[in-house]
């Protein structure tokens, strides 16, 4: 016999899947476009339980990225994540640049059409220019932190005299969202494709 859901974990389910309806329609339509009506009726609730849940669009827009970037609704960091604790400990620099854009592709296969919408409504929206900003800000942290821990694994020094703060630049750069949407979702690269372009112009521009 099934076990019987929780209270919580149908709340879990709701939630999760108010998040999917509208990661489905803002990238479809755009965020102007998806009215919350819309994402209810797509849901299957009522548009209260939207309000009531995440309080208005841009604050279930931020949750929906959220999700997309971790793949899952937990509150884990992403440098607490196994595949940055497995990167940060891989003793080889290069075999770390490889599971980085590893990562990376991971990441932006589920969340970069979502980052395209926040982006292009940044201009309109201030609350939305501010998450931009946010995002930008953390993907800096994530790279700085990645790239500090690859100076410290390179005896002879990055190339060219990088330092970890110029080496954080070329990596948000290289796997940032505008990078694969333009050759994955503009030019059709495949995923895979990219990520071992991505990994060996790492390799290149960081290493001796």
Known sequence: MAERLTRADKARHTRLRMIR??????????????TVDEIARSAHVGVQTVYFTFGNKRALLKEVLDT?????????????????????AEPDP???LRLQAAGARRVLQRAALVLEVVH????AEPELAELWQVNLRQ???????????????????????????????????????????????????TPERWQHWAADCLVRQLLP
């Open 21 to 34: 309806a509208a990661e489905r329609l803002f990238t479809e339509r755009g965020w102007a476009a998806t």
């Open 68 to 88: 997309a970037v971790a793949g899952d609704a937990d509150p884990v960091a992403t440098l607490e994540r196994s595949w940055a604790r497995e990167l940060l």
């Open 94 to 96: 290069a075999t770390q």
């Open 120 to 123: 292009g409504a940044a201009a």
């Open 139 to 189: 993907r800096h942290t994530v790279q700085l932190h990645f790239a500090r821990a690859l100076e410290a694994k390179t005896s002879a020094g990055l190339r060219d005299g990088h330092d970890a703060a110029s080496a954080a630049d070329i990596a948000m750069a290289l796997l940032g969202p505008e990078t694969y949407g333009l050759l994955v979702n503009g030019r059709g690269w």
